[in-house]
T-cell receptor
């Protein structure tokens, strides 16, 4: 079983819709969770971090965490074509500072 | 403020050759991380420096990989001798306080033929 799992996609949504990206993780003791956005050929860019159960909102982005279900999600409201990218879920290894990444979900927002 | 920089952006070498990748973190960032993405796989941690010390090198694949950070500034990652499976994109990231980094470098794409 992979430590962090994501559907590779592509997830295609129309402009203006809500895009929902999901991630599950295996280590129940994980404490910190992150979403990175990576445009093709570019470096990952941290867009959201979440540490406690519930929702965290930042502009059009909402991260949701459910530790009991070991599940993290990212919602993008009013999706724009410029949101088209690969979204990487990452979990902080509880014993170190290293990040454990999922393979990413490719999002396509079409006009 | 300059971001994390990496050099070279691309490197194509033959199996058995040596390659050295360089990472310049954001000035003042004590924490420096190396990650690698092999095609089709997830980004994987290689190692973590705090200043010039290796805090965690549990992700280094084998002893063909040598990372250094003399003086606690820039870091180099040497692969010697390179093998085909070393091909991938090598990312560097830095942070001031050890929290997961906002700041990844652009990566070095290594191709071993």
């Amino acid at each position: 079983q992979k430590e962090v799992e994501q559907n590779s996609g592509p997830l295609s949504v129309p402009e203006g819709a809500i895009a929902s990206l999901n991630c599950t993780y295996s280590d129940r003791g994980s404490q910190s969770f992150f979403w990175y956005r990576q445009y093709s050929g570019k470096s990952p860019e941290l867009i959201m971090s979440i540490y406690s159960n519930g929702d965290k909102e930042d502009g059009r982005f909402t991260a949701q965490l459910n530790k009991a279900s070991q599940y993290v999600s990212l919602l993008i409201r009013d999706s724009q074509p410029s949101d088209s990218a690969t979204y990487l879920c990452a979990v902080n290894d509880r014993n170190t500072d290293k990040l454990i990444f999922g393979t990413g979900t490719r999002l396509q927002v079409f006009p | 403020e300059a971001g994390v920089t990496q050099f070279p952006s691309h490197s194509v070498i033959e199996k058995g050759q040596t390659v050295t990748l360089r990472c310049d973190p954001i000035s003042g960032h004590d924490n420096l991380y190396w990650y690698r993405r092999v095609m089709g796989k997830e980004i994987k941690f290689l190692l973590h420096f705090v200043k010039e010390s290796k805090q965690d090198e549990s992700g280094m694949p084998n002893n063909r990989f040598l990372a250094e950070r003399t003086g606690g500034t820039y870091s180099t990652l040497k692969v010697q001798p390179a093998e085909l499976e070393d091909s991938g994109v090598y990312f560097c990231a830095s942070s001031q306080d050890g929290r997961p980094s906002k700041y990844f470098g652009p990566g070095t794409r290594l191709t071993v033929t």
